[in-house]
């Protein structure tokens, strides 16, 4: 088996009275759906399960994870912490918890505004390092076996594993999941790049230095006829 880090995004709607403005708390935020489609990887409830106690984790404004290497970024600044998961269970298919925050953070007045008007406007996604289980499902996904460890339950703008705080995308047997729509050659070969780095496969041959391209070759290499560049 193999183990790499990932991060989950997650939609973040919240509705009334899960707010306490005062103490801090969003009541019963969802922590972690069992799919998350964009990446193609499951969690199996009884996964999610073992690793509760895991879920108990700092939450940090934004990732501090570098998606060139796949590793975190440590330490993470002092400023940038905003808060914790308490009490993590399981909800269903997945695990939900709540989020104790910091009320005299500077990112408390947006995030507050957001989670009681806008609440798409910011989402959870937690950075946890997974070990897979070798063989990929009948869909094509990636199935974790354990996870090692949750290192954070970051504050980010855009969703991943459920649709809202309390609903997973998948909620309704799948029903709600979206259509793989059909890949470019192009598009295949950057994706089984990713797969290789989330799962900490070695490339098959050798991989040439990446090459620098100034602003100069650019301009001479774009072709605009076929909107393309000739690299």
Known sequence: ??????????????????????????????????????????????????????????????????????????????????????????????????????????????????????PKGYCFSPLMQIEWRPQRDKDGYLVAARIVEVLSVDVVDRGGTTSTVYESWNRRVGAEIPAVVAESARAAQLRSIVNDLCTGSAPTAPVAPPRHVSAADLVAGFDPSGSSWRG
Do not use: Q
């Open 1 to 118: 088996m193999s183990t790499s880090w990932v991060t989950e995004r997650m939609g973040l709607a919240v509705p009334a009275g899960a707010v306490d403005r005062v103490r801090g708390i969003v009541r019963n935020v969802r922590v972690c759906g069992p799919v998350s489609v964009s990446w193609g990887r499951r969690y199996p409830a009884e996964v999610l399960a073992e690793a509760l106690p895991k879920f108990a984790a700092v939450s940090n404004v934004g990732h501090h994870f570098d998606y060139a290497t796949g590793r975190p970024i440590l330490p993470v600044p002092v400023a940038d912490v905003f808060g914790r998961i308490e009490s993590p269970r399981m909800h269903g298919d997945g695990v939900n918890g709540d989020l104790r925050f910091n009320v005299a953070h500077s990112f408390t007045p947006a995030f507050v505004w957001a989670a009681e008007s806008d």
